[in-house]
């Protein structure tokens, strides 16, 4: 019995000194979290600590941002200090938005969402002509180099909302001052794309046009002050001769003055450099130009050597000297100077005169029996007077003595001795 007592009481005081021990070591660790500036971390101490003291944090840390949180560290993040985020040491973040850490100096006029423009690798915007083209001012020429704060200088920093598009907000400047031509005194407009593109200033792309006058041809490369004398811009007439009238003074060939030309330039010309070639329709007129003519329809002053005004059409008034040095036949007193009966625009030679139609001079028993249009010795022709084709003979050539002919022509009534009589009797030149 005594035995089982003091089993019992040792066992009992063993077990009040453990609980003792079990309270004290409670109220340590009870003391140590309490005393703990990271609160209760879910990894142990000495993924950033080592044994040397509190202060001294590994290099690198065992602690993995990356995979022990839901914000993994890119770019910038990665060089920053913990307590550049983490205001205090325990660590606890409940947002993980941009405008957490960082000041937004565009005071919401762009949004909250930062990664739009933003990257963890700097402030400097990511891609911004890209970024650009989605408001309603793409950026393109010039403007892809040109600092932001060029155009937004009249706003806060980071503000870039409710800037003008219009050009003439940043360059009025340039237009105030430009003298070739003069903006303001000229009264051009200021709406600049009309004429000028981002990529520069000059050689402005100006859609003469839209003020009446289309620059085509050769007035493409002149200057502004070779039409607007003097920066005069107000100029009231478009004709060709308020320009020109001096190149029409002084045309020669042909001569537009002297010669009662139009200074409507148009009908004949066109804005090619040089005015030529002229596209003047001589078709147009009474007389078409066909044939040899069109050959020489640029070399006016052949056919117009008296002028432009009431010029024959006749062919004889032009071509007198062709019909008088005529010798094979002789024109001279022996045909009409009515040129077309014989002959066409295209040449001279061979003529159209239709000899068939008069006398079957080609066929038939008289085909191949002369060699010229004149009688001679050897009986080579028909005409026998060169200056009148209307007379010929027919019995210089025919074997014909006036005895034979008159005994077998006894019985015909008005014959006659005489080859215009024969030729009345036999038109084709058959004996029968």
Not at 191 to 200: I, N, P, V, Y
């Amino acid at each position: 019995m005594l035995r089982t007592l003091i089993l019992a009481a040792v066992l009992s005081i063993l077990a009040c000194t453990l609980h003792a021990q079990e309270v004290q070591t409670d109220t340590l660790a009870g003391r140590a979290r309490s005393t703990n500036p990271h609160g209760l971390l879910p990894f142990p101490c000495e993924s950033c600590h080592t044994t040397a003291s509190w202060n001294v944090v590994r290099s690198p840390m065992q602690f993995d941002h990356d995979r022990e949180t839901s914000f993994p560290l890119e770019g910038q993040h990665k060089a920053g200090d913990c307590t550049a985020c983490h205001s205090d040491l325990r660590f606890k973040m409940s947002r993980t938005e941009c405008n957490q850490c960082h000041k937004d100096v565009h005071r919401g006029q762009l949004g909250q969402q930062c990664g739009t423009c933003h990257t963890s690798a700097g402030w400097k915007p990511r891609d911004p002509i890209a970024r650009h083209a989605a408001t309603r001012f793409p950026l393109t020429g010039k403007h892809t180099t040109t600092d932001c704060r060029s155009c937004h200088a009249s706003q806060q920093e980071g503000e870039f909302a409710g800037v003008s598009t219009e050009c003439v907000t940043c360059h009025v400047n340039i237009y105030q001052r430009t003298s070739n031509p003069p903006h303001v005194s000229a009264g051009l407009g200021t709406d600049c794309m009309s004429c000028h593109t981002t990529g520069s200033w000059t050689p402005a792309i100006a859609n003469h046009g839209l003020f009446g006058f289309t620059l085509d041809g050769a007035h493409k490369s002149v200057t502004c002050t070779d039409c607007h004398i003097g920066n005069n811009y107000a100029l009231a007439s478009s004709t060709c001769v308020a320009c020109h009238q001096a190149a029409y003074d002084q045309s020669s060939n042909p001569p537009h003055a002297s010669g009662g030309f139009p200074v409507t330039c148009e009908q004949c010309h066109t804005t090619r450099p040089g005015w030529r070639p002229a596209r003047f329709d001589h078709n147009a007129t009474s007389f078409a130009l066909t044939g040899a003519h069109k050959s020489i329809e640029n070399q006016c002053n052949k056919c117009h050597e008296s002028g432009f005004q009431n010029t024959p059409t006749d062919c004889y008034d032009c071509h007198s000297k062709d019909y008088t040095a005529a010798v094979d036949p002789p024109h001279v007193n022996a045909f009409p100077t009515t040129c077309t009966d014989c002959h066409g625009t295209s040449s001279w030679v061979p003529s159209t005169f239709d000899h068939q139609s008069s006398f079957p001079i080609y066929s038939g028993s008289h085909k191949g029996k002369w060699t010229g249009c004149m009688t001679s010795g050897d009986g080579s022709g028909c005409h026998n007077l060169p200056s009148d084709f209307k007379e010929f003979s027919c019995i210089h050539c025919h074997d014909h003595s006036q005895s034979r002919m008159d005994h077998k022509h006894d019985e015909r009534e008005d014959y006659v001795y005489e080859s215009h009589a024969c030729f009345e009797c036999h038109p084709t030149g058959k004996g029968d």
